[in-house]
């Protein structure tokens, strides 16, 4: 089993930049893949970005590459996404999602946090 427990979600200003965190504990040492997902109210859950634990590829939706970068530091069993040039229409509840086998922009991701609000005013 893996634990997935997001932070760094706040109330910010358009044009602003914030990182996301997503620490992972238990199992680890099994993980393949992980992602950042989002949904706004009233959406559906969207993809945003993944990265490969080991490897660090990485694969995002392709409107936010660009703003968007998604890491990991696998001494700290952390994972972020730093979010530059924030607009209103990425308030979100940002998830953060694992796995053992995939990766990629795929909801069928075995572990999921609960995730962390991101805020952007205009």
């Known amino acids: 089993q893996v634990q997935l427990v997001e932070s760094g979600g706040t109330l910010v200003q358009a044009g602003d930049s914030l990182r996301l965190s997503c620490v992972a504990s238990g199992r680890t040492d099994s993980l393949y893949g992980m992602g950042w997902f989002r949904q706004a109210p009233g959406k559906e859950r969207e993809f945003v970005a993944a990265?490969?634990?080991?490897?660090?590829?990485?694969y995002y939706r392709g409107s936010m590459k660009g703003r968007f970068t998604i890491s990991r530091d696998n001494a700290k069993n952390t994972m972020y996404l730093q979010m530059n040039s924030l607009k209103p229409e990425d308030t979100a509840v940002y998830v953060c999602?694992?796995?053992?086998?995939?990766?990629?922009?795929?909801?069928?991701?075995?572990?999921w946090g609960q995730g962390t609000q991101v805020t952007v005013s205009s």
């Open positions: 999602a694992a796995d053992e086998q995939r990766w990629g922009p795929t909801t069928e991701y075995d572990y």
């Open positions: 990265i490969t634990w080991h490897g660090g590829a990485t």
